[in-house]
């Protein structure tokens, strides 16, 4: 998720997603130390967002985090309220961005000035603290969206989000093997290792993109910037307009991506390949946008975070380069949708069905928008830990029972979890 003075974009996923990891502080600095902005590299990304502070010496204490629906999520203090954040890379901006909810409203912030978040009206806080774990950032600056903003369950289990709290104070390393993240001040930090260096150059607004090479199944290939995007939640988009040589394949689904304040109209494919230095990925699944809003955040190609999580990554905004390693999961195929459905919670334990695929298991067992999902191969819903739902579906091959609420009536359908692009 990403915000900047025309907009923000937001995505309701397809399933809840959560993996336990953590985040690693490495410190350089004394117990309790103030650290201010870096002046050295803040001509090329920007003055770092207010100071922070280490309650700790140990070096390399950890602050747990996970994924949820699709983001990431982790624990935060603000004015001694603990706080679900999410964070995001796709744009560097300075500002903590909260969701209004009867929670936020407790936090207590002191407004003195409002803004705009796309079309929506927001109110500023322009001193706060927030603690992670052993880690004090003060001075930060808070927007807090109105509740005509929201829309059902689209913040369900965020109170908020940021992103440069961290990524300009921080070479942020992220290990999806070990499921945990570091946080390095960059004067601390040298790259020894075997991975593959991409430079970054400035995209819009206040962005970061690198140069990949793109094969269509038609064989052409071209070469395309992409914006590096933890919070897009497609391995890969592109725009049919933006480029000459890219166009929509042949069966190609029509979808839409947006959820929040812009929505975005495009068609879920897969290109042939993708290259990123020396890595080659193979049959990449693919949202294709049209280049028709190029005043807000959708305007861009996008690098998202399913094929960022086949690498562990090093974002180094102050060498404007990004390193991979490949990941254990590197090889794995990308996998769009093995029921035909699209769902998300209710809000009383049940998942409510937003959309069916034609010709798709879902759509061959008589399964309509707006039915409930209260129980997967007799197990209810809610008894299910986050993640495994996803993880349940990933099997392609295997057969599920569904049991569906429509209106009054109940029943039973089983599905043969079968990719459908």
């Known amino acids: 998720m990403r915000i900047d003075s025309h907009g923000i974009k937001l995505i309701v996923p397809i399933v809840l997603v959560q993996?336990?990891?953590?985040?690693?502080?490495?410190?350089?600095?004394?117990?309790?130390?103030?650290?201010?902005?870096?002046?050295?590299?803040?001509?090329?990304?920007?003055?770092?967002?207010?100071?922070?502070r280490v309650l700790s010496e140990n070096l390399g204490d950890t602050i747990p985090f996970e994924f949820y629906r699709n983001k990431f999520r982790f624990k935060a203090q603000i004015n001694g309220k603990d706080c679900n954040?999410?964070?995001?890379?796709?744009?560097?901006?300075?500002?903590?961005?909260?969701?209004?909810?009867?929670?936020?409203?407790?936090?207590?912030?002191?407004?003195?000035?409002?803004?705009?978040?796309?079309?929506?009206?927001?109110?500023?806080?322009?001193?706060?603290?927030?603690?992670?774990?052993?880690?004090?950032?003060?001075?930060?600056?808070?927007?807090?969206?109105?509740?005509?903003?929201?829309?059902p369950n689209l913040w369900e289990g965020f109170d908020g989000q940021f992103s440069a709290t961290f990524f300009k104070h921080f070479v942020v390393k992220i290990n999806f093997d070990e499921s945990n993240i570091e946080l390095i001040?960059?004067?601390?930090?040298?790259?020894s290792g075997k991975g593959q260096e991409l430079a970054m150059k400035a995209g819009p607004f206040n962005s970061r993109t690198i140069a990949a090479e793109v094969?269509?199944?038609?064989?052409?290939?071209?070469?395309?910037?992409?914006?590096?995007?933890?919070?897009w939640l497609h391995?890969?988009?592109?725009?049919?307009?933006?480029?000459?040589?890219?166009?929509?394949?042949?069966?190609?689904?029509?979808?839409?991506?947006?959820?929040?304040?812009?929505?975005?109209?495009?068609?879920v494919g897969r290109v042939k390949g993708i290259r990123l230095g020396k890595y080659v990925l193979k049959d990449v699944l693919t949202a294709f946008t049209m280049v028709d809003q190029k005043a807000n955040v959708f305007g861009n190609s996008m690098l998202g975070l399913p094929l960022l999580q086949k690498f562990n990554?090093?974002?180094?905004?102050?060498?404007?380069?990004?390193?991979?390693?490949?990941?254990?999961?590197?090889?794995?195929?990308?996998?769009?949708?093995?029921?035909?459905?699209?769902?998300?919670?209710?809000?009383h334990g049940n998942l409510i069905v937003r959309k069916v695929y034609p010709n798709s298991p879902a759509s061959e067992s008589n399964i309509e928008v707006n039915d409930l999902i209260t129980?997967?191969?007799?197990?209810?819903?809610?008894?299910?830990?986050?993640?495994?739902?996803?993880?349940?579906?990933?099997?392609?091959?295997?057969?599920?029972?569904?049991?569906?609420?429509?209106?009054?009536?109940?029943?039973?359908?089983?599905?043969?979890?079968?990719?459908?692009l």
């Open 215 to 231: 094969e269509l199944f038609d064989r052409t290939a071209t070469t395309v910037d992409l914006l590096v995007d933890l919070g």
């Open 19 to 52: 993996l336990l990891g953590s985040f690693t502080i490495i410190q350089a600095q004394s117990n309790e130390k103030k650290n201010a902005p870096d002046t050295k590299h803040a001509y090329e990304i920007g003055a770092p967002p207010g100071t922070y």
């Open 375 to 420: 129980h997967i191969d007799g197990i209810a819903i809610r008894e299910f830990k986050p993640g495994e739902i996803k993880a349940l579906l990933m099997n392609e091959g295997e057969n599920i029972k569904l049991s569906i609420q429509r209106e009054n009536q109940s029943r039973e359908t089983r599905l043969k979890l079968e990719d459908i």
């Open 85 to 151: 954040m999410m964070l995001d890379s796709g744009s560097l901006w300075d500002e903590l961005l909260f969701f209004s909810s009867p929670k936020v409203d407790s936090i207590g912030f002191r407004f003195t000035d409002e803004t705009s978040i796309g079309m929506t009206q927001a109110d500023v806080d322009t001193n706060i603290s927030i603690r992670v774990n052993n880690i004090i950032f003060d001075q930060q600056k808070a927007i807090v969206s109105r509740y005509e903003s929201n829309r």
């Open 313 to 347: 990554v090093i974002f180094d905004y102050f060498n404007n380069r990004i390193i991979l390693e490949p990941s254990n999961s590197y090889d794995e195929p990308f996998i769009f949708n093995t029921t035909g459905l699209e769902f998300a919670p209710d809000g």
């Open 185 to 191: 001040p960059p004067e601390a930090f040298a790259y």
């Open 235 to 267: 391995p890969l988009n592109l725009l049919i307009g933006g480029h000459e040589k890219i166009t929509l394949p042949a069966n190609a689904i029509a979808g839409g991506f947006g959820s929040g304040f812009f929505d975005q109209k495009g068609s």
